[in-house]
Structures are given as C-alpha cells and as structure tokens.
C-alpha cells in the first residue's frame, strides 16, 4: 500500500478538505484493482432526516456523492461501477418522492454528461424500462448513445432494477428457446444463465460496498454477487468520499479470495 499526497480532487463541499489544498488519501495499490465495483448507495434519506430536511435533499446530496465516486473509481482504473439508483421495490414509497427520483438521472445528465464524455465514461444502464416515465428514459438514452464509444469507466446505473426479476426472465428467455427448438435443456450451464443477465458482457463485481449500516443484499445483483467480497460501512451515502471508497478498496486488496477453494 502506497501514502500518496494528492491534491484536492474532493469538492468544495467536503468538509475535510475545507481550508486546505490537499489531503492525505491512502491510495490503493495500482496492481490488484477490483475490475468491478457495486455500490448499494444507502442513506440519502436518514442523512436529511437528521438534519431536518426533506428525504428528497439527501437524494439530491446522494447524487453530487455519485460524481464524486464515479471521478475516484475512473481515476484509479476500476472497470465498471454499478450502483443501486432505484429498486423494483421503490415503487412502493410515496409518489411524490417517487416522482422526485425520477427525474434525478436527467438531472444528473444535465449537469454530468458533458463531463462524463470528457473524461472518457460510458453510462449504462440495468432494469426493467417498464414503468419508468419518458423523460427519464429519454434522457438515459441520449447518455447511452452518446457514450457508448467510450472506452473508460463503465458506469452502470441499476435503474427499475431487482435480481429476482432478472432472473425471472432469464428463466423466460431460456424456456423460450427450448420450445423453439433452439437450445437442448441439457446445454443450460452456469454460462448460459449469465449470458441471459443485463449483466452478460461485464465481469462478476469483485467488490460491493453497502453503505448506511444495513448488512443485507436486497436483491441486488444475487447471481453476480456468488463470490464477491463485501464491504460495509455506517457512514450514509451523501458523507461517503473517495476516501472511505480508496479505503475499502484497500481493505478489499487485503483480502484473499477462494472462490470456494482453498
Ligand atoms: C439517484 C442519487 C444517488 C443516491 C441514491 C438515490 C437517489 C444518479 C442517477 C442516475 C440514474 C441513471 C442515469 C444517470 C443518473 C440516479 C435515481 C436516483 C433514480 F443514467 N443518482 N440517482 N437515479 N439518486
């Protein structure tokens, strides 16, 4: 593990940087980088709850934290970054601050994409397009298309998106060819399944990072997930900073996978 002085790549607006021009940031160790990193992005609202704001402030904090990490995981060469936007479950909460996160991705765009192009990031996006309104899909198509030649950081939003439901359809896409003739059931294997996942061309995360002290998967990524290392942390999504992202990386290098094996 490498101490290396970097200069300020955090915003204004973190308080540890606050005054000064640089930090202190244990980097991780440029040989062992996770090629794929999940992150479920929990807190936004229990953050503004405990400041007495709307939960829809700490959603739009969570979202400048989502630059923040996104700029950090390009900068130290992670592959792809998927995070948990929105969950088929979120249906469930009020429709006003339904309404509310719908329209984040676009804003995000607004702000971002130029940015995002400029740096070389391709956005891509995982989740049932059912029941998400036009304007948000019409945005996330536009940062689709116009990064899809980019040849840096993936960055993958699982947007509308629950394992289970992934699943489902594989089981359906599967079934499906087996009717048509297509394919011999005795052909389905450990491969076949993955490549009916929205997951088919990315490799299997290394690494998920849950923040806000749940320690649960909530149907996030259960097949991709088999042998990821997992890392959780108390802090809520909106105070996470590249340095709690750098330190479970290398916590994350610290560790020695099996596989299952010895
Ligand atoms: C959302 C901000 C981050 C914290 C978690 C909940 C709130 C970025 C996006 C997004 C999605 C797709 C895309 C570009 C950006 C987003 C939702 C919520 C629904 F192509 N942040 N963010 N989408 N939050």
Redesign the pocket.
């Known amino acids: 593990m490498r101490e290396q002085r970097v200069r300020g790549g955090a915003g204004a607006d973190d308080a540890d940087t606050a005054g000064s021009g640089d930090v202190r940031l244990r980097l991780p160790s440029p040989d062992n980088i996770p090629r794929h990193v999940a992150i479920i992005?929990d807190g936004?609202g229990r953050w503004a709850r405990e400041r007495g704001l709307p939960r829809v402030a700490g959603?739009?904090s969570?979202?400048r934290?989502?630059r923040r990490i996104a700029m950090a995981a390009a900068r130290i060469g992670v592959k792809v970054l998927t995070?948990?936007?929105?969950s088929t479950e979120n249906w469930k909460r009020p429709k006003s601050e339904v309404d509310y996160?719908?329209k984040?991705?676009q804003e995000?765009?607004a702000i971002e994409l130029e940015e995002l192009i400029a740096n070389n990031v391709r956005?891509r996006?995982m989740g049932s397009r059912q029941g998400l309104p036009g304007h948000t899909l019409a945005?996330?198509d536009e940062?689709?298309r116009r990064t899809a030649d980019n040849t840096g950081l993936i960055l993958n939003?699982a947007?509308n998106y629950g394992s289970r439901a992934e699943l489902v359809e594989a089981a359906r896409e599967l079934a499906r060819r087996v009717k048509a003739g297509e394919l011999d059931e005795r052909a389905i294997d450990e491969q076949t399944i993955a490549s009916c996942l929205s997951t088919a061309d990315l490799p299997d995360p290394d690494l998920l990072i849950r923040t806000s002290g749940e320690l649960r998967i909530s149907n996030f990524m259960l097949w991709q997930l088999a042998y990821s290392e997992l890392w959780f942390t108390d802090v809520y999504?909106p105070e996470f900073t590249e340095r709690h992202f750098y330190d479970a990386i290398c916590e994350y290098q610290r560790r020695v996978r099996r596989y299952g094996g010895l």
């Open positions: 992005m936004n959603h739009r969570g979202m934290t989502v995070l948990y936007a929105f996160l719908m984040l991705p995000f765009l956005v996006v945005a996330v940062a689709v939003f947007l999504w």
